[in-house]
Structure formats: C-alpha cells, structure tokens
C-alpha cells in the first residue's frame, strides 16, 4: 500500500512545526503537575493506550492551552507539556514535533469558553459503538450522566470526503468537530474513537473513564433486550451531585499508576 | 449542564453530618479489621472501583452498624471506620464526610435483623442487567445459589420520581429499597448497581463476588439460547453446602490483596 | 435460606474423614512436585479460583491418586498432597479436611486406566455454554482438538434428582459422571463446570486451559453465523502433533506463576 | 486418542534438523536485539502465547531469514535466533529444534519480495473470527487501515485435505498461504489464527496487535447491526500516516514489556 493524496490530507500524525506566537506568563506549576498525572491515570485506565490525549485551558491566558509533544501518554513528563494558541500553533516546542490533532483541542477551546480540559481517546467500547449505523451512546448508568441523552456521532466524510485518515489534522475539520459540542459534552467520532470535555482535568478525566464504561455497557444490554436510560432530569442530577466527587476516583486512580509505574 | 432540584434531591454525595447520638461500647478489634479488609478484597476483586461500600452490625448493639467515612474502598484504614444509627446518623465521624448512601445500610439493617454484613457495589455485569427491560438476574451455577429464583430490580423512579440521581439519599428511599429484601439476599437498583446481604462479612463478600460472576455468565448464555437455571431446590442446597466455605476464597482473596497492595 | 435436606446430600463440601486404607510406597518427589506447579498454573491461567482441583494418579500404585487436601490451589505445597484409593477414601490426610468432589476424580480413574491426570474447575467461558439447551462445547481451533466433535453435558438431575447443590458428593455420582468419559476427555458439567483428562499432569493442564480458550471463541461465534469446527480427522491430527508440545506451555507457565507469586 | 496419517501430516510440530546451507555474513546485532524485543513485546500485549513466532528477513541476504528456535516466544534471547533459507532449511540451528512452521515465513518472503517482517498468531479475537462462514476481517477503525476491504481467510482443505492439523508444515502449504498475500497484508486461516506482514518489525508488531483490536471491535459492532467500514481512501491514507508513527507504541510498548520481565 502507498501514500495517497485525498482531499490535502497528505500528512504525518506527528510534526515538526515553528513556534509562532509570543510567550505568556507561565502556567501554574500545579495544573501542569496534574496534566502529567492526567496523562498516567488515562494510561494505566486503559483509555489510551500509545495514543490519545489531554489538554488544559491555560490558567492565565484562556486563549491558550497545553497539551504534551507527540509521545505516548505514559511517558509524559513535565518537561514535554507544549503551549498552544487557539490556532493550534505552538508556543514553546523549541522544534519538538507535537500531536498532529492539536485542532481538535484549540477549537473546542475556542468555541466552548465553559470548557477547561479535553481528553480526545480511542477507548475499547467506544470505538465499536461508532461505527453501528444509528447507534448513539446513551447515559444508561448513575455515573455518565453527562453522556445525556444521545452523544452526537462525528462524521469525517461530511467535512472532509471519504477518503481521508479520519484524523482532525486541520483547523477545518477541527471547526467541523467543535460544532458538534454544543449542548453536549462528549462526542463520538466514527471508526477513531471519542472527545469529551470538562470544566477541570480532574472531571474530564472522571468522564472518559465513565465514557468508555457505559459503552461498554451499552453494548451488552442492548444484545439482551429493550434499555432503560436516564431520563433528562437523571442525568442532570447525576451530573451535579456525582461530578461534585471526581476528586475521590482521581486519588486512588493517581495512587494506582503510581503503584505500576514504579 | 447545570444541577437541578428535582424531588428534593438536591445535594452532594459525600455530606459532613453532626454526631447526633451517643456513643455504644466500642465493637471488636476483629470486626473492624475484618471490615478493612473486606474494602480491599471488594476492590481487589473487582467489585468496587472508588465507589462501593461494606457495613458490618455491631457486634454489641445490633442498632448500630459500622461503616468506612467517605473514601475510596481501597485505601480505607481501621481509623476510618465509623459507627452509625439505623436512621443513617453518624456517631463519631467527628466532622469527617460519610456515604450520602449510609441508608442503604441503616434501612435494610433495620428491616432484616438476620443480616450482619451489606455490599453495595456497581460491578460491571450487574449495571448493564440492571437496564434491560423484563430481566432478572436468576441463579445459574453451584456459587450463587443464593441469587435465588430471580433478584428484583429496585426502580427508583416508583419511590423518588424520574429526576433523581438514582442515590439512596434519604431514609424514604432507602425504606423504598430495604422493603426488596422481604425473601431476597440480592436486589438489583435499576441503572445503578446492587446491594448483598449476608450473615457475616465473609458472607457478604463472597455473594457479592459471585454475584458478578453470574451476572456475567448469565449475559453470555442469554445471547445463546434457552438457559437452565437451577432449581428452587438446587439453590437452597448450594447455598446451604458451598456457603459454608466461604472462608477458603476468603482467605486467599486477602493474600492477594495484600501482595498487590505492597 | 436454610440447608435442606434432598436425596441425601445434606453435607458440608469439605469434610474430615478418617484415614481407612493402608499407606503404599510413596510417590515420586518429582511427581509431587509437578502436581504442586500445576496447581498454581491453574490459578495463575485463570482456569481455578479457590475452588477447583487437579489429581494425578499414583506412579507406584495405580489404584491410588494424589490431591491436595480442602484448600485453594493458589496455596498448595507438597506438604498439603494426600494419598487416596479409588473409593475416594483418604490414605494419609491425619484429620486434615479434603475436598468432598474426590469421587469425580475416584471413580474416572477407576474407569479410565488411560487417565494419569484430571482437573475439575469452572472456568469462565465453560459455566455459561454447560447451560444453554442443546449447546456443545465442540473442537474450532487446532489448540483444541482434544474437545472433539461435541463434548458431552452431565445433567447431575438425571443421577441426583432436582434439588442437589450440583456436587458430586458420593460414588454413586461419581460413577454417573464417569460414564461420560467414554470415547470423551473432557465433560461438561450443568450448572457447575467441567472435568478434562490427560495422559500427565501437563497434557490435563494444557487441556483445561485450551478447553476454556474454546468455549470462549465458540461463544463468540455462535454470536455471528454459521461455524466450521474441526473434522474427526483434523481433531484426531491436532491431538496427535500439538499436543506432544504440552511441555512449552507447561515451561512458560510455570515461570509466569513463580514470577507472580514473588 | 491417538495419531493418524493422514495427507502425509504425520510430524510433531518441533523438529531438529540438519544445517543444509552455507553460512551467510552475520546480519547486524541491532536487528537481532529488535527481533527479541518484539517476541516480548508480542507475548506481552497478548498476540501470542506459548505459541506463534515473528520473523525477519536477513539485512544482508534478502534470500534469507532469521527466527527463534522452537521456544515459547516470551523466552527468546539473542542466542536464539536461527537463520534459515527460503526453503525452510536452517542455517545455524546446531541440532536445535526449530518451529514446523518456519514455512510460513519462507514462503511468503520469497513471493513478497516487499515484505521484511512477518508475525504468526492465534490472538483471542482472530481465531472466532476465522471460523464463522462468510465472515470477513475489514479495517474499521483508523489504526487498522491495514486490514484494507477484507482480509482472505486460508482454508487449509483446499490444499491439505480435511484431516491435517491445520499447521503450515511444508513448503506445498506454504506456498498455498502465501498466494493469499497478493494485494493483502494480513490472512486469515481458518481454525488456526492469522498471519501479519509488514516492511518492517515493528511495522508487522504494530499490525498484529492492531489487527487483534479491529477483531474485537468487529466481532461486538457486528452484534449490534450494520457497519460502516473504512472505505479504500480511508483505509490508504491511515496506512500512510499513521503507520509512520509506528516507533511510538513501540517504544512504550517496550518499556513495559521489560516492567513486567523485570
């Protein structure tokens, strides 16, 4: 097999690009410390495995984000977290390669100003359920209210033609993805996996985690039968008073990665 | 999405209470370590992830039970446990947070005074079960004899309306849900998980583990074809022999989770 | 619930026994040795848990068998290995409790002369096919040929009556059981498990494994069409040449089990 | 049970053999230590067992090519590695037992003159996949492009007749598997498992674990209802640019691969 050249999607997942915006004030060393451990907790979940990742709003400048350089999540450091412009174009990789799909996290930010933190996977479950034609994940359990009523499904061919590598390595299509947010929170994207936000690392951790878990149960209800699924004032209830807990799950998840990485 | 208040169930799920009763004589040192360390088999297991929980009725007053303060089972210690009423108060968590649903706990205690031991867990093939239309989780093999003839499903929209967060936030609910256990040792709470009882911790634990087990195998033969449960008969013998061992998984379910917590 | 008391199968699953028959020469070392390794195997491939077990027939004596006494396999020593004849009666077990389910492997030595070893377990994937009607579990991948073309189902009501605990408690069960083993070397058992055979205590291990890994693809493809298993011939050839590899496996799996009980 | 003959199948599936071949130059000790780190990482992320093997072809004889000598690949040291010719025959096995199936490799190495390295395994989801009727592997995701519009399902029958053992234990079936390569990178052969090519080892690791999750995730969309596959644009271009990323999973898979041997 070789290289095509279909609708200028003529790239490579990961590139070498020039820093071409000025720098901000830093960031706050503790949210960069917890972006690192974001990173492991999402690895040592099984939500990402060599791939997938996750960013944070800048503290100082909302019109800035950070994400790691093109690496596998596991092995994030400090030293490898990059800062972006809302453009996607870096600020600081010193002529590190970076993720090509830094679009899919700067106009996410840009067009929800709620949203604080992005985790873009490719989860066991999730990948399986977009590919079913008419199939929406759906809240069908206490703990992915948020999930609500029918996660939108992300199309790639409708924005950028069938013949691409359903990877969001530009600002249109990451435009074409961030519309799909609007009054919803995570999204599935066909035969690549899923994007959910949330209004800290901690809660948008909390969600790709639960994300993935209610797919998968989802998959098995409905072999057996007809499903129950939380109403709309269910998932918002679960929404306010089980999220106000992310903390407790993020604790023991950061001690278990601990434990294996050591 | 925003926190609503629907049928007054407006609240987080970890609350700091008042001690509002009086102290008892303290339980045994061997049921509180028992308590501690059936946490983190349930985790080590599987049964429970951060959330979860096992009470234990204390051994010198049957009105009280003991149960960890809100925390994540797999890190609870001897000094986390607290003593609560049968209305859910607490008696010494001296300012600490507890369980919203300690009246899962208190009310089934009540209601049952042949119980001992109570797990509420959300293990991964009673949530999906839980959802589907008609279905009963029904004893299909030796272990889980004590699933019984069918487990109800609780469904919390008859008790607290179709807005809740589906949590056993109050004495109201919690009677709702206790009132399932007239005949059963299991019932299953609609879109949420469990609740187990037993005559002991050891008890409790191993119908809790085993509960998945059936669960899941039941979800496979189902997707097959017709399935032979056991009889009436065939339930209450495997309960009355195999139950009587519960002491051998136990032992060897606390080693494991010794080794893999050093 | 309360024990009951149907078709005289009123017992505990473990009992003291007394000691009835007269000591033999003893076994090899090595022998003992292998049975202690293939017991930790066992649990380590996730064929046992606490329960299950595994015997070998006496190289000395050939109307005697090795087991170890009522216990987890994860546990087992040389020390805990007793001697018992083909009633099932208990040679050296000094007032130590034994395993009640002796009769399965009594009575299928007794009939088997072939048979050097035998493990009884309830492996995951085996539980669910043993009770949906009309299913059998049948040879689809060359690992497996010893399955055959469909392995028969032991219905212990047929011998028992409908309100046993599924045990094979007595020799009169035992022998029932037994009976299935002809032309078979593996048996499902209704709501229980299953009992595979083997020319060694390496072959009984590889089968037991590889039976599980079967039930787990055909349950998979049942799920999705039509399916080819093996011929009589192919079955026959598999066992033939892959089978005389049992010690590879045997050698990685051990050295896994060591690495994990460290 | 015992062996029979048939087709001229009648060979265990580890073989000592004489060296028939001169000598070749040494090929670089830098490849020689990524074949044994791809046997680890193989066997650590769960493509194979005890069994399935991965080759590659000799840097400095492309008629030749390396491979461990029969061993459960998790085992494999640099002293392990044998050279063989594209007829099967080694080079340097000094009375070794080396893999029946060395014939596999040599035969598709000769026809596909691309290929550099080539991986054999019975991975879990691969082998139900290969016996339903009618069924097809298909890329359905984006990390699986490779798998293009239908991989070919190898019957062994077609060329072995109806009562072999399903290995590739001579050049005639060899060749007959081979010839399914044409314009694919992945076959699948029925009742046994699948074999993966690649122009590089760890292009060919990478394809054979992803091949494994794009089995998975077909075998449970498939239940669910209609799938959208990858079209042939799609599935080029992901093969394009994402298999240029092919050192980062490898890198992390690597590291914990040497974790767990540790």
């Not at 990173?39 to 040592?44: A, G, K, R, S, T």
């Not at 067009?111 to 199939?135: C, E, F, N, Q, W």
């Not at 948020?146 to 409708?158: D, H, K, L, S, Y």
């Amino acid at each position: 097999m070789c290289a095509t050249d279909h609708g200028g999607q003529h790239h490579p997942i990961a590139v070498a690009v020039d820093d071409t915006a000025g720098p901000s004030a830093p960031p706050s060393r503790e949210m960069i410390e917890e972006l690192v451990s974001a990173n492991h907790i999402l690895f040592d979940q099984g939500v990402v495995d060599a791939f997938g990742h996750i960013s944070v709003r800048h503290d100082k400048r909302p019109d800035r984000f950070l994400l790691a350089r093109n690496m596998a999540p596991s092995q994030v450091t400090a030293e490898d977290i990059v800062e972006f412009t809302l453009d996607g174009e870096a600020v600081n990789a010193g002529g590190r390669k970076v993720y090509l799909e830094r679009f899919i996290h700067a106009e996410i930010f840009r067009r929800r100003t709620d949203v604080a933190a992005i985790v873009h996977s490719h989860s066991h479950s999730i990948v399986p359920l977009s590919v079913v034609k008419g199939m929406r994940l759906r809240a069908m359990f206490h703990m992915a209210g948020f999930v609500g009523q029918g996660a939108p499904v992300f199309e790639i061919r409708e924005a950028g033609g069938d013949a691409t590598d359903l990877l969001i390595s530009n600002g249109h299509l990451g435009r074409a993805l961030a519309e799909n947010f609007d009054g919803h929170d995570i999204v599935l994207m066909r035969g690549h996996g899923s994007t959910v936000v949330g209004g800290s690392i901690k809660q948008a951790v909390y969600r790709a985690v639960y994300a993935e878990l209610n797919a998968r149960y989802q998959l098995q209800a409905m072999q057996l039968g007809e499903v129950t699924y939380l109403t709309e004032g269910e998932s918002r209830s679960c929404v306010a008073h089980i999220e106000a807990q992310v903390h407790r799950p993020w604790e023991m998840w950061l001690e278990q990665a601990r434990a294996r990485r050591r």
